[in-house]
């Protein structure tokens, strides 16, 4: 997750706001339970040993006076110090009490938007949101896109737009992320996957970074889940952009318009 250098601006009222708005499921179902079968039953997203929940201070306040669901991460080897040691002192690694006793409302912004982060282009323009690739071979949601909620692209987006509205580092943390993805996927020769803010799958291209419409097939599937057959997607999908549809399966391809 993009790291946070400077003193941030966001109060605790901004993130009460950011969390009344933004309380809507990736997908229609429990997607952690797909990747709990490869981690001992907890979803990945809910376990520090593979993603550690960083917030800044007015978060971190906010989430105290709240509940009593977290407390402060505790690093228990050099690997973990040295991944945390870039950390302003202005930020907190924390960790909740488990999958089993979360409270959704009580959830930090890294546990809601997971796997997602908001994608912005060399332009400074926020123009939808991609994955944090690091965790792709074992989140089964980064291989089967098609499942996300219009809902979910929404409220992530409006809640984002809050949030950059008083933190320009957030914003800037987020652009340098999204360079840093660029970069890696020329590297790779691969495309990014992009969920527009219109509520439409793209890609971003490799070597020019334009971004031109995608089908959901055309990402693949990793790790544990490259021979999965895919997932039934979202109606929001056929709906608003049944294009991207096309490819990923029988059962799925029927559903998808001629034309």
Known sequence: MPRKHQPKQ????????????FMAPVSAFDCGAKCGEHNGGAPICCSTDVAIPIV?????????????????????DKATEKELSDLHEDCRAIECKGARFCERENRSVSCRTFPFFPYITRERDFIGMSVFW????????QSHLQIVNLRFI?????AYELLFEYDMDEFDANKEHSANMRRT??????????????????????????????????FGKWGYYEKDLPAEP?????????QALKGLADKIGAKVPAK
């Open 56 to 76: 800044d201070k007015h978060e971190w306040n906010l989430l105290q006076s709240r509940t009593d669901l977290w407390h402060e991460f505790e690093v228990k």
């Open 134 to 141: 690091t965790f792709e071979d074992r989140c089964w949601v």
């Open 10 to 21: 966001a109060s605790p009222e901004v993130y009460e706001r950011i969390y009344k708005m």
């Open 154 to 158: 929404d409220e992530f987006v409006a």
């Open 234 to 242: 979202a109606a929001n999908w056929a709906d608003l952009d049944p």
């Open 185 to 218: 996927f020329t590297r790779w020769k691969r495309p990014i996957p992009l969920l527009g803010r219109d509520g439409r799958c793209y890609k971003v291209l490799p070597e020019t970074h334009e971004v031109v419409p995608a089908r959901f097939a055309e």
